[in-house]
């Protein structure tokens, strides 16, 4: 198929771009390699892949489909076309159907693509599938582990299976339990280990023999804070040179922490491809801004000492003017709530009010309203005291929110049809 045909209905510039590298490494490599540089030659190539189940697959011999009717196909990849290039982890993001595991299936070879090419290290996937599985690790989602089998005893026959040297074998289980710092675990009953010691030994599984593409289905799943955050720092460290990942997840924060590009896919189809930076600088709201007022009780409590009532007449006299406060005390409010308002618009004209509810007000403010972000926190230290604000938050769009915004666009289509 030609690069027009393969091109998707919804994606972004930056998806097409990257189609068109992938066209013009496969359809003349040396004239690629001359304008790019030998370096640039990517570790996965994955072009035009696509992958359609029949109505029967899915649902089996059941009376719902009519026998006069031709079999319904659900496209679960769209013409995908991406490159993964050494020292790179990219990250796939999707809700749940949304072609990440087939992508992952197609690609181990538990699945046949219906059209288009994988070549992992140079080797495809359907023609040198020795070869290709040579250079690849695994680490699936679910721990694919012998629960009668120990940890060491797992590391050990993939160690072997993976081709390493007897000499080499001790040193190389070591420095992998030591490594990830489950050394106690070592003798441990696979059955008898907690999540995260399983996690990360699946992880190091993946990584015995040293391949040059890892992929990783959903890594820390089921992984306490701080060996989650163990496995990351372990990631990171893990893939440079010339060595790659591709990782699928549904946490935010793990492809923020991980991952040098992500692409967010919809139905089948890659919408967005890019840094995580890149992609909330360009799917992003910008900045939310959010204040809460001090209570106008603790404004009011501030008074001083020197003026509270020292005398059960003073008292009296404080109790009958109380139906005189709360109208005095309305209008403070109203006050305090115009002067932020008439901040927020000085300090960000553009900005607009999302939210308001009693003390707390959000606001989002576009990218380019913010020029210094020095001079944004100078004005609202500022007015935190002039204006009896009691707390604020400035912070850029999160990944989760564009994620969102990707979803939502799933709806709509969905609706629409």
Known sequence: MTEEQCTGEYEDEDVRNERSRVFRLTSNPQQFQQDEGPQAQPVVLVKSLRK??????????????????????????????????AGEVLGLLGHNGAGKTTTMKIMTGETAPTRGTVRVAGHSITINQDDAFKTLGYCPQHDALWKNVTVREHLELYARIRGVRSKDLNRLISTYLTGLHINEHANKQTQHCSGGTRRKLSYAMAMVGAPKVVLLDEPSTGMDPKSK???????????????????????????????????????????????????????GAGYTLEIKLKHIENVYSETP????????????????????IAPVIS???????????????????????????????????????????????????????????????????????????????????????
Not at 57 to 74: I, Q, R, V
């Open 331 to 417: 209008n403070c409010i109203d006050n305090r709530s115009m002067a932020l308002r008439n901040f927020v618009t000085d300090l960000f004209p553009s900005a607009t009010l999302e939210e308001s509810f009693a003390d707390r007000l959000v606001y989002s403010v576009p990218q380019q309203a913010v020029s210094s972000l020095a001079e944004c926190f100078s004005r609202l230290e500022k007015a935190k005291t002039e204006l009896d604000i009691e707390e604020y938050s400035f912070s850029q769009t999160t990944l989760e929110q564009v994620f969102l915004k990707f979803a939502h666009y799933d709806e709509e289509t969905s609706s629409v049809q």
């Open 52 to 85: 359609e189940f029949s109505q029967e697959s899915l649902c089996g011999n059941c009376c719902c489909c009519a026998d006069d009717e031709p079999p319904k196909k659900k496209i679960s990849v769209r013409s995908l076309s991406i490159g993964v290039d």
């Open 229 to 283: 955050r163990f496995l990351w720092d372990t990631i990171l460290a893990s893939f440079h040179g010339k060595r790659c990942a591709m990782l699928t997840t549904h946490s935010m924060e793990e492809a923020d922490a991980l991952c040098s590009r992500v692409g967010i896919m919809v139905k089948g189809e890659l919408r967005c491809l890019g840094s995580t930076q890149h992609l909330k600088n360009l799917y």
């Open 305 to 324: 000492v020197e003026s509270q009532p020292s005398s059960s007449q003073e008292q009296l006299q404080l109790d009958q003017s109380t139906d005189h």
